[in-house]
């Protein structure tokens, strides 16, 4: 995947400091992209950008396409004349460690639609042709989602297959009628879409100013209640009211005795084939407009992913079903040239699944915390074992921060008291220290390795403990929330995280003055 040996952090935009309760795509964003570059980084990996359901978590979103309007910067709307000051300062004391969802939502609802009510009154001929140009060049998915947000608002946000039979089996009058009914409705969510996608692009444009590529995050299964699954059903597993007849999960492993039960409609892939995989081929190339490579969630569920019956209550009874392999990607290669792709291939991985991940020529991905529950022989996760073309984490989003992992117990893993005694022996003889800056250590010993690239969620960097945890698998809430400080990115931090940069060699070189050119102006 790089062409040289780089560093970045992995920090999802809802994290990022400010006063409106949740991160922004504004001067905070700017202000971290400043932090990476001083630090040597050149590398943001951010997860899925879309916008959430249930649970708030950005891998179940109620879009593969859409953005999320509740990382719209308020400020910014302030400074293009669409919301007053005043209106902004009218805000409650939200929490500066983390988002509160549901407040945020509250608070940022009616603000969005000001905004919109004054675009409609005051914007400029130029500004309308912008918006309009914008609701063109995303009709293949805009107009369906735009649509889907209406309606679901109509509904008090009840699930699609739970809306009128008409709605729900898209019969084309309903359609129309649903859309002059709710053509205001219709045209803020659009509106909001483009906020989005503009307020973004001004980010993509720091980012590649500073040299700092992007990383986005691409999940292999959508959610249920979403716009991909109402508008594509026959793209997908369902039942005669709609419902997941088949859903995706992982059988029991390290994270959970009783698996993960994720509630995804499992995809009809003969049915996706007959298109030449044309659906996927769309998100994917939606999704390199946002971002510079992609890191493709669970890619060993294009080999065979676990299939649970739609009622189930746990993972267990679920079995193993083939995905659709080399095809898909012989199919988006041929539509969208060569990618640079990372495969999530964690989890349970079978001598196909590295078959298929190495005959497309994709590196995969390699966690630190994992590298001490066994003996050195034949542990890929020791750094010592790394090949240069790996992306190696110290955790990930769904790991607990490496400070607490080390000072966590058994937990709900599989893991004996034992077990854990003797992982924590082995990591200190690996990275050194006595673990009281384990943190430094774990990101060190990543550093130093011959993987070409190496990325740390910026919890790891602040030595934060459990409290900080994003995500824990298997918990429906309680997840997502984190955020830092401004101030947590001291002085001393950037200089320490700058230190291991540069003697790992993970800073960017300057380019060599040319001698011909050398002395004149």
């Known amino acids: 995947m790089a062409a040289s040996r780089v560093a970045g952090i992995l920090l999802h935009p809802t ?22 570059h001083e630090t ?19 891998y179940s979103s109620f879009s593969a396409f859409a953005g999320n309007p509740l990382l719209i910067s308020l400020d910014r709307l302030a400074e293009q004349g669409l919301l007053e000051d005043g209106e902004l300062a009218k805000r409650p004391a939200f929490p500066g460690d983390e988002v509160d969802f549901g407040a945020v939502r509250e608070h940022r609802r009616p603000l969005l639609a000001k905004a919109f009510e004054a675009f ?26 735009a649509l889907f947000a209406a309606l679901k608002r109509a509904n008090r946000g009840e699930s699609w297959n739970a809306w009128e039979r008409a709605l729900v ?52 299964f959508v959610a249920h209640d979403s716009a991909d699954v109402w508008a594509h059903p026959d793209i997908f597993h369902l ?10 999960g992982v059988p029991p492993d390290y994270f959970s005795a009783t698996g993960q039960l994720w509630g995804n409609p499992v995809y009809r892939w003969d049915a996706l084939a007959r298109t030449g995989f044309a659906w996927w081929i769309d998100r994917m190339r939606a999704t390199f407009e946002l971002v510079d490579l992609v890191r493709l969630d669970h890619f060993r569920g294009f080999e065979a992913y676990w299939e649970v019956p739609g009622g189930a209550p746990t993972a267990i009874d679920g079995r193993w079903v083939k995905g659709p392999g080399a095809a898909l990607f012989e199919a988006m290669r041929a539509a969208l040239g060569e990618r640079e792709i990372v495969a999530e ?37 020791l750094p010592h074992n790394y090949p240069k073309r790996k992306v190696v984490y110290t955790g990930t989003h769904d790991n607990d921060t490496v400070v607490g992992w080390w000072r966590a117990g058994v937990g709900d893993s599989t893991r004996t008291e034992a077990d854990v005694a003797r992982e924590r022996e082995r990591a200190l003889a690996y990275v050194g220290g006595d673990g009281s800056e384990i943190h430094w250590d774990f990101i060190r010993t990543l550093f130093v390795s011959v993987a070409d690239t190496a990325i ?44 291991i940069t540069d003697g790992s060699g993970r800073t960017p070189r300057k380019p060599e003055p040319d001698p011909r050119t050398a002395g004149k102006p």
Do not use: C
């Not at 400091?17 to 932090?35: C, K, Q, V, W």
């Not at 089996?169 to 503009?198: D, G, K």
């Open 456 to 499: 740390v969620p910026l919890q790891d960097v602040l030595g934060l403990g459990s409290e900080a945890r994003m995500n824990l698998p298997g918990r429906s809430q309680g997840n997502w929330g984190w955020r830092f400080g401004a101030e947590d990115l001291t002085p001393a931090l950037r200089q320490r995280l700058r230190a």
């Open 15 to 36: 994290s990022l400091p400010g006063p409106y309760g949740i991160g922004e795509l504004g001067r905070e964003a700017t202000s971290f992209l400043d932090f990476l």
């Open 239 to 248: 039942g005669r009211d709609g419902a997941p007849a088949f859903q995706a």
């Open 120 to 145: 409609e009154k005051k914007a400029d001929a130029p500004r309308r042709e912008a918006f309009d140009a914008f609701v063109r060049r995303h009709a293949a998915w805009l107009g369906d989602f």
């Open 345 to 381: 291939d964690l989890g349970v991985i079978t001598p196909e699944v590295e078959a298929l991940r190495d005959g497309l020529g994709l590196p995969g991905m390699a966690i630190l915390q994992f590298a001490f529950g066994s003996d050195a022989d034949g542990n890929d996760f």
């Open 169 to 220: 089996e898209r019969q084309p009058s309903a359609l129309e009628r649903a859309r002059h009914e709710l053509a205001h409705e219709v045209r803020e969510a659009e509106f909001e879409q483009f906020l989005f996608f503009e307020q973004w692009a001004a980010v993509r444009q720091a980012a590649r100013e500073r040299g700092i590529r992007v990383m986005g995050d691409v999940p292999i």
């Open 40 to 58: 040597g980084q050149t590398l943001w990996q951010v997860l899925p950008l879309g916008p959430t359901g249930f649970g708030d978590s950005p």
